[in-house]
Every structure is written in C-alpha cells, then in structure tokens.
C-alpha cells in the first residue's frame, strides 16, 4: 500500500461545477495534511494546508479531514478552466526529519 | 514572499558529465530538499538537508550526492549523468510544515 494514494484521473468537470479531489494516507499518526496545485509544465504551489479534523475553507476552496477514516479531500467550487492541473494531496511523515510524503497527483480537466 | 531560485530552467548534458544543479532560498529555512519528477512516478525524493553541512538520503538516493555549506544553497550533483537520470529536478526550502518549491530544472542526458 502507498502511504498517500490519490486517483490519477484525469477527473473531467463542466466549468461551474465542484470538483472533487480525494486522497488517503496510511500513517495513522499524520498531523499535516497539504494540497498543492500544479500546472502543466510548472512546480507545485501550496494551495491548503488542514491539520485537524473537519472542514476549511479558503475562497473556493475546502479542505476537509477525516483522521479516523485516513482520508483528506479538496473541493473546489465554481470550477474554471484555469483551475485545470495536477493536484497534489501531501502529508507529513512521522518518522525521519519532518519529511512530506507526496501522493502521485490527481490530473483535474475543466471544460467550458 | 518566500522565493526558491534554482540556476537552470532547462539544462543537457551528455552521458558521463558531471552535473551541478542549484538551489537558493532567501527566507533562512532550516530544511532545504531535491526531488526529482516523472510520468506516472510523482515526486521522489532524492535527499534532504536540516541545517548548514548536514544530509539525509532520501528515498531514491543512488547516483546523486548533496552538498549544503551555507544556509541558503543546497547543491545537487549528478557525478557521472546516465540517460535515467533525465528528469525534473525540483528543489524545496521549508520552515516548520509549509514548504516551498523553486522553479524547477527540465535535465536532458544524452
């Protein structure tokens, strides 16, 4: 089992719509959780960051943390087409040097 | 505003050169990282540093050594470039849980 698993998608949204972007992670202790967003071409940029359970929001974005189940997810509303991109889920490792373990990314289409 | 600066957008080299990849941060962040990026593969890391002349290897350290001698530049350095090692290098600089990304260096090896 990876220790962060997303969905590659590509996930495919009508602009307008919300976008939904899930991730699980194996270590129970995790503290940190992140989203970074990026472009084609480009590094990622930090987006969200939620450390407890529950939901954040940040203009049209929510994160949202489920500690019990493992699970943080991203949503984001009003989808436009610039929000298409690579998402990121990425959550501090316990063990070593306050490393963060990276999922593989979620690659997000939205259509006009 | 944090910023991560790395020398070279795009660099190629040629099987067997050696190769030096830059990495400045300008916020005195304690930890400074390399990872490399590929299709399908996401970001690995390839060796990480907490403080001035200190290194840890990281998951994919094979091929690649560090070098951190002043706070704020964290070196990578290919000693023999192979053709696996073409790759997106991207450096990263942190302070407690929120980490930055520098531009990134597209290395083609020929």
């Known amino acids: 089992q990876k220790e962060v698993e997303q969905n590659s998608g590509p996930l495919s949204v009508p602009e307008g719509a919300i976008a939904s972007l899930n991730c699980t992670y194996s270590d129970r202790g995790s503290q940190s959780f992140f989203w970074y967003r990026q472009y084609s071409g480009k590094s990622p940029e930090l987006i969200m960051s939620?450390?407890?359970?529950g939901d954040k929001e940040d203009g049209r974005f929510t994160a949202q943390l489920n500690k019990a189940s493992q699970y943080v997810s991203l949503l984001i509303r009003d989808s436009q087409p610039s929000d298409s991109a690579t998402y990121l889920c990425a959550v501090n490792a316990l063990r070593g040097y306050n490393k963060l373990i990276f999922g593989a990314g979620t690659r997000l289409a939205v259509h006009p | 505003d944090v910023k991560v600066t790395q020398s070279s957008r795009y660099l190629v080299k040629r099987t067997g050169e050696k190769v030096f990849l830059e990495c400045v941060q300008d916020m005195d962040h304690e930890n400074m990282f390399w990872y490399r990026q590929d299709p399908g593969l996401g970001l690995r890391l390839i060796y990480f540093?907490?403080?001035?002349?200190?290194?840890e290897k990281g998951d994919i350290p094979e091929g690649y050594s560090v070098s951190r001698e002043k706070k704020e530049r964290f070196s990578l350095i290919l000693e023999s470039a192979s053709t696996n090692q073409t790759s997106m290098y991207l450096c990263a600089s942190r302070l407690t849980d929120t980490q930055y990304f520098g531009p990134g260096t597209r290395l083609t090896v020929l």
């Open positions: 540093s907490y403080d001035v002349k200190m290194k």
């Open positions: 939620i450390y407890s359970n």
